[in-house]
């Protein structure tokens, strides 16, 4: 696995026993899941209630952190575009 190979075995997706390759990623720290046509495996498929967690965690924070468009306030105002003379420079 440290240097990237792949290895066959079967996991378990949903309720399906599953044929697929595992390889490391070193540059990224993971593993790459790929089934039999090496097409690969996403960890939203492998993970499915994990990722139901993250999605109404997601939802409840996002609900609370917009601000509405009355609640922005800029600071600043933009300057006029300064016109500029051709006759620049030395």
């Given at each position: 696995?440290?240097?990237?190979?792949?290895?066959?075995?079967?996991?378990?997706?949903?309720?399906?026993?599953?044929?697929?390759?595992i390889a490391a990623n070193p540059q990224i720290k993971t593993l790459d899941v790929y089934d039999k046509n090496m097409n690969e495996?996403?960890?939203?498929?492998?993970?499915?209630?994990?990722?139901?967690?993250?999605?109404?965690?997601?939802?409840?924070?996002?609900?609370?952190?917009?601000?509405?468009?009355?609640?922005?306030?800029?600071?600043?105002?933009?300057?006029?575009?300064?016109?500029?003379?051709?006759?620049?420079?030395?």
């Amino acid at each position: 696995m440290r240097n990237g190979n792949y290895y066959h075995t079967e996991m378990m997706i949903g309720n399906k026993n599953v044929p697929v390759s595992i390889a490391a990623n070193p540059q990224i720290k993971t593993l790459d899941v790929y089934d039999k046509n090496m097409n690969e495996i996403r960890q939203e498929k492998i993970f499915p209630e994990q990722t139901q967690g993250r999605k109404s965690q997601q939802e409840k924070g996002t609900a609370n952190s917009l601000p509405s468009n009355q609640d922005i306030v800029q600071p600043w105002t933009q300057d006029k575009a300064q016109q500029t003379d051709r006759k620049r420079g030395r």
